[in-house]
């Protein structure tokens, strides 16, 4: 079992930065940031393979935001840079342990984590 903790969430204005960390209570294979605005179906942002053999982002944060691993600390950092009114939402990190190719389509259904956050929110003001 893995628990992940979020944290690092808040209120920010537009063009300002954020970063959230996930930290993970065992070895994850693969982690990922996924974020659900109101209203709206829950989305991927950004994921990363073990040892980062892997990491790729959605299109609306390329270029924006980065995601880094420190995986002795089992932690996950996203780092959120000229932030968008758009990107307010609630962000989860989640991980899963099983072995899969690494690849972009493996990164951005729900069903591919078996572990999930609490969620931190992230509030973009214009």
């Known amino acids: 079992q893995v628990q992940l903790v979020e944290s690092g969430g808040g209120s920010v204005q537009a063009g300002g930065s954020l970063r959230l960390s996930c930290a993970a209570s065992?070895?994850?294979?693969?982690m990922a940031w996924f974020r659900q605005a109101p209203g709206k179906e829950r989305e991927g942002v950004a994921c990363?393979?073990?040892?980062?053999?892997?990491?790729y982002y959605a299109d609306s944060v390329k270029g924006r935001f980065t995601l880094s691993q420190d995986e002795p600390k089992n932690t996950l950092y996203l780092q959120m840079n000229r932030l968008k009114p758009e990107d307010t939402a609630m962000y989860y990190c989640?991980?899963?342990?099983?072995?899969?190719?690494?690849?972009?389509?493996?990164?951005?259904?729900?069903?591919?984590?078996?572990?999930w956050g609490q969620g931190t929110q992230v509030t973009v003001s214009s």
């Open positions: 065992g070895y994850t294979y693969k």
């Open positions: 990363i393979y073990t040892g980062a053999a892997g990491i």
């Open positions: 989640a991980a899963d342990r099983r072995w899969k190719t690494v690849s972009n389509s493996g990164c951005w259904s729900e069903g591919n984590y078996y572990y």
